[in-house]
T-cell receptor, first 114, second 113 residues
Framework: IAGITQAPTSQILAAGRRMTLRCTQDMRHNAMYWYRQDLGLGLRLIHYSNTAGTTGKGEVPDGYSVSRANTDDFPLTLASAVPSQTSVYFC?????????????FGPGTRLTVL | GEDVEQSLFLSVREGDSSVINCTYTDSSSTYLYWYKQEPGAGLQLLTYIFSNMDMKQDQRLTVLLNKKDKHLSLRIADTQTGDSAIYFCAEENYGGSQGNLIFGKGTKLSVKP
C-alpha cells in the first residue's frame, strides 16, 4: 500500500523558473492539502481541495496554484519561483466529513530556490 | 483568528515522563489532535481526543483536555529515545472548509539516554 507519494524528493531551482510538485494518493480520500513547513513557523496551509474539481486557498496561497482534475492527484505549481519559497512541502489527504479528521502525509519535497 | 500555541523545545531523560502543552482558540473543535513528526518524514496522527472528554489514555500516552482554559496536554510515560520527534497539536478549522486543521508550530522533544 503506497498511501500518499510526492515527487520529487528534493529539488534545487533557479529563481524565476516554473516548478510543479506532484502528489498522488491511492486511498480514494476526498480531501487533499498542501502545506509548507519552515523552521520556527510550523506547518502552514497553502491550498486545499475538498473534492475533485474544487480547490480553496489556505493561509499562504500567494505564488502557488493547484488543480484537482481527479481524486488521486493534487499538483502544486510555482509559476515563477522566489527564494522565499525555499521550504519543505508536504501533501496530505483525508476522508473529511467522516468523524475524526486524520490527515495522512506524504514524505515531503525539499525545495531550494536560489 | 484561530491560533494554536505550544512551546518549541522539551528535553527529558530516558525513562522520565514528558509533558507537552498546547493552548488553542477554537472552542467549536469537535476533536483535538496530536501529530508526531519523526526526522525526515511527514506527520502521523498520534492520538486525538473528543471535545466532551477530559482525558484519554492509550498505553504510554495520556491526553488531558481543559475546555474552560482551552488547554491540551500530551503526557508520554517512560519516555524512550525513539520518542524523539516533533509533536504538533492541532484543532479543527470550520471557518475555512471541512476537514481543515490548524497546527501549532510543534514541540521538539529530545530524549537523552
Amino acid at each position: 500500500i503506497a498511501g500518499i507519494t510526492q515527487a520529487p524528493t528534493s529539488q534545487i531551482l533557479a529563481a524565476g523558473r516554473r516548478m510543479t510538485l506532484r502528489c498522488t494518493q491511492d486511498m480514494r480520500h476526498n480531501a487533499m492539502y498542501w502545506y509548507r513547513q519552515d523552521l520556527g513557523l510550523g506547518l502552514r496551509l497553502i491550498h486545499y481541495s475538498n473534492t475533485a474539481g474544487t480547490t480553496g486557498k489556505g493561509e499562504v496561497p500567494d505564488g502557488y496554484s493547484v488543480s484537482r482534475a481527479n481524486t488521486d492527484d493534487f499538483p502544486l505549481t510555482l509559476a515563477s519561483a522566489v527564494p522565499s519559497q525555499t521550504s519543505v512541502y508536504f501533501c496530505a489527504s483525508s476522508e473529511a466529513g467522516a468523524g475524526i479528521n486524520e490527515q495522512f502525509f506524504g514524505p515531503g519535497t525539499r525545495l531550494t530556490v536560489l | 483568528g484561530e491560533d494554536v500555541e505550544q512551546s518549541l523545545f522539551l528535553s527529558v531523560r530516558e525513562g522520565d515522563s514528558s509533558v507537552i502543552n498546547c493552548t488553542y482558540t477554537d472552542s467549536s473543535s469537535t476533536y483535538l489532535y496530536w501529530y508526531k513528526q519523526e526526522p525526515g518524514a511527514g506527520l502521523q496522527l498520534l492520538t486525538y481526543i473528543f471535545s466532551n472528554m477530559d482525558m484519554k489514555q492509550d498505553q504510554r500516552l495520556t491526553v488531558l483536555l481543559n475546555k474552560k482554559d482551552k488547554h491540551l496536554s500530551l503526557r508520554i510515560a517512560d519516555t524512550q529515545t525513539g520518542d524523539s520527534a516533533i509533536y504538533f497539536c492541532a484543532e479543527e478549522n470550520y471557518g475555512g472548509s471541512q476537514g481543515n486543521l490548524i497546527f501549532g508550530k510543534g514541540t521538539k522533544l529530545s530524549v537523552k539516554p
